[in-house]
């Protein structure tokens, strides 16, 4: 079954707000895990952290130094998608309190 679009849209915001592809499992059971995995632009953090979990794992055992940099590199950009989305949530959160807040 495809995917609406507009639904393709509330996963990625979702999986760019913390959310994991199970929590969008449970929220649009119309749809099964890989249907959901195969279809959204991005990993959820959880995925992002395994991926890079493994990559590091993967460093002690690789034997030239350009298998060594490309896992390094590869790392590093997922690294920085995480802080930049991070960047972005922690933005929203003081917005967020700044209008409970009333100021």
Known sequence: MAIAKQDIEEMNDLLAKGKTIADLVK????YDYWEIYWQVND???LGKKRTISNR????????TQ???EQIAEEAKELLDELYAQ????????IEIDRVLRGK
Not at 27 to 30: G, I, N, R, T, V
Request: proline share 4%.
């Open 43 to 45: 990993y959820s953090f």
């Open 56 to 63: 590091l794992k993967k460093l002690v055992s690789t034997k």
């Open 86 to 93: 991070l960047k972005s949530n922690s933005a929203k959160l």
């Open 27 to 30: 929220k649009y059971p119309a």
């Open 66 to 68: 350009s298998e060594r």
